[in-house]
């Protein structure tokens, strides 16, 4: 299992990509190799899947890897490649779900799928050829994922023999479905089943994927090779976390999180244990079989697979949110980043990220104080840029912000905001001026209730802890400077960023409580109506003040178009703002709390 970190539309780089993991895997002594879904063409693609020179290119790519893997002298590996498959000249048709397939896990289904001719599909390549073509049939169409809009879904189960064994093609969401192609795979009886994935990152996903895979070998009656991407792609990030489950359920290896790697697995598989070999229409599906090779290979003296050690909550967030750093950064080719730093915990935590994510040399942090910013705020960017060796300068704005009101009259919050618009507007101007990406330090909490000047703080090109709640800042920031100790290195973070109370500092002894619930009351608040969708009701039932409620919820709904304007931040909880949440601007739907009988009811 190659979990490798690609990128989208760059079909001969990840091409090349192949080539490269592919000759990895035949120097292990490897005979079958499985890459990520869509790995030649990245993912998500969105709309490219639309375009149909893309599509044809695509196409033309997986063909020309096969031959190029031949030249190589890759022929004799068998390699499971994941593309956009596109058949022109086919009839558009809408093939829904079987009544017999039921979605795991309460997951949304495909129950509306796009009319066209575009597939998520994977090839297995053999000898310079396509010997075997899969289409996804199960199409995800919830958060993230707009599988639905793009493709059309599979109706055949690819079984292909090689070395004697039976082989059967799945994709990622397949995996999710119960009564789906594993299913169908352990009525046709197969050896093997491989399935390659671009499964985004969220807090504890890993904890899913083992007992997931573990029904669907239960299923399927074979072991499983799950194959996860790696990497980041604009606001998700992906985590790898490969691994291969025997028929019986046991774990027989695990990749690490957050690093591309080749996961190897030796199988020991008898084809005689399964009494009855099916083809022809099964269920929702047909199942279709290919004979590669029948001879078995030499035996040999199988090695223990490697199980890697799973990572505490902190650190599988931290790197999730470097990696995602990092890629967006370097995919998109900017040399380096500028940000404000301020003294504060959220910039303070964003600077630590950047210097991990790209070396101290590429990143560089400006402090923009103003007649209210404290001697202290002052001193603890200081410290925070020493302490990570980023380089560091100061632009007093006091002056800027005077000249501003000599000639126009601001007071009260239209004041406070002209001073983090003059500091947006010069950090903007340094990104032009040296061609660093603007990063916004707004955190979830923030961008939940509009606590934030459009045009200046949250202006920027990406935005680090766009999706970290307040809360989880300060617990990465303990993490991070813990971290540092054991391994006897500097502690990236000023302890007094850490400690402080929270203050914007627009404002004579302004502090975020004058605004704000308690970021523990408010953050909880977040979770509920932000990630889980609750309504008031159900708000109040889970124990949450009825006051505090309905203030947060009034300033989460009224900031709907500034977070429309907000930049991509990486995603690591279950609903994002983003792509993930889509509410419309204009609404006048508001969740308004029960009356005191209905309250008494319930």
């Given at each position: 299992m190659a979990q490798v970190d690609t990128r989208v539309g760059d079909l001969e780089g990840n091409a090349a990509l192949v080539v490269e993991w592919a000759r990895r895997a035949a120097d292990d002594g490897a005979h079958l190799v499985v890459f990520p879904e869509m790995t030649l063409t990245g993912y998500p693609a969105e709309d490219l899947v639309l375009r149909e020179s893309f599509a044809r290119a695509s196409e033309q790519a997986v063909t020309d890897l096969a031959g190029t893997l031949e030249r190589e002298g890759l022929g004799e590996l068998a390699?499971?490649?994941?593309?956009?498959?596109?058949?022109?000249?086919?009839?558009?048709?809408?093939?829904?779900?079987?009544?017999?397939e039921t979605l795991d896990d309460e997951r949304p289904g495909d129950a509306n799928p796009r009319r066209g001719q575009p597939r998520n599909a994977a090839a297995l390549l053999h000898g310079g050829r396509v010997v075997g073509r899969y289409a996804k049939r199960h199409l995800p169409n919830y958060g993230v994922f707009d599988e639905a809009r793009y493709f059309v879904p599979g109706t055949e189960l690819q079984v292909v023999r090689f070395h004697g064994v039976d082989v059967a093609l799945t994709i990622c969401e397949d995996l999710w479905v119960e009564g789906g192609p594993c299913g169908v795979a352990g009525q046709a009886g197969v050896d093997l089943v491989v399935s390659p994935n671009a499964s985004p990152y969220e807090r504890a996903k890993d904890d899913l994927r083992l007992p997931l895979v573990r029904r669907r070998a239960a299923e399927a009656n074979a072991p499983i090779l799950y194959c996860n991407q790696v990497g980041g792609q604009d606001e998700l990030v992906f985590d790898g976390d490969s691994l291969?489950?025997?028929?019986?359920?046991?774990?027989?290896?695990?990749?690490?999180?957050?690093?591309?790697?080749?996961?190897?697995?030796?199988?020991?598989?008898?084809?005689?244990?399964?009494?009855?070999?099916?083809?022809?229409?099964?269920?929702?599906?047909?199942?279709?079989?290919?004979?590669?090779?029948?001879?078995p290979v030499p035996a040999f003296e199988p090695r223990p697979g490697h199980v890697a050690d799973p990572l505490s909550d902190c650190e599988e967030v931290w790197r999730?949110?470097?990696?995602?750093?990092?890629?967006?950064?370097?995919?998109?080719g900017f040399p380096s980043v500028v940000f404000g730093l301020s003294g504060g915990i959220d910039s303070a935590l964003v600077a630590a990220l950047s210097v991990d994510a790209l070396g101290a040399d590429r990143v560089h942090a400006v402090a923009l104080p103003s007649r209210w910013s404290s001697e202290h705020s002052l001193a603890d960017a200081g410290d925070s840029a020493r302490r990570l060796g980023l380089h560091y300068s100061t632009v007093p704005i006091a002056p800027m912000v005077d000249a501003f009101e000599g000639q126009v009259e601001l007071s009260g919050t239209a004041a406070e905001n002209l001073q983090a618009r003059i500091r947006g507007t010069l950090l903007m101007g340094l990104s032009n001026q040296h061609g660093h990406l603007l990063l916004a330090t707004s955190n979830k909490s923030e961008v939940a209730v509009g606590y934030s000047t459009l045009y200046g703080d949250a202006a920027g090109g990406f935005a680090p802890i766009k999706d970290v709640p307040k809360t989880l800042v300060w617990e990465l920031s303990r993490w991070r400077n813990a971290y540092a100790r054991e391994r006897g290195e500097t502690e990236p973070i000023p302890q007094n960023s850490i400690d402080k109370p929270p203050s914007a500092e627009l404002a004579p002894g302004q502090k975020d409580s004058d605004s704000l619930p308690s970021y523990e009351e408010l953050d909880a608040v977040i979770a509920d109506y932000v990630d889980r969708d609750l309504g008031m009701a159900e708000l109040l039932e889970r124990g949450h003040d009825p006051e505090i409620v309905a203030r947060v919820l009034r300033m989460v709904d009224i900031a709907e178009f500034k977070r429309r304007q907000s930049a991509p931040g990486t995603k690591i909880s279950l609903k994002a703002f983003g792509r993930d949440r889509r509410l419309p601007i204009t609404n006048r739907w508001r969740e308004s709390l029960p009356s005191v009988r209905e309250g008494a009811q319930a």
């Open positions: 390699v499971v490649v994941g593309y956009l498959a596109h058949t022109e000249g086919q009839a558009r048709v809408d093939t829904p779900p079987s009544d017999e291969a489950v025997s028929a019986d359920g046991a774990l027989l290896a695990r990749a690490p999180q957050f690093v591309e790697h080749l996961l190897c697995v030796d199988l020991t598989l008898d084809p005689a244990r399964v009494p009855q070999r099916r083809e022809g229409r099964i269920g929702p599906m047909t199942v279709t079989r290919t004979v590669l090779s029948e001879e999730a949110l470097v990696l995602g750093l990092r890629d967006f950064i370097d995919k998109n």
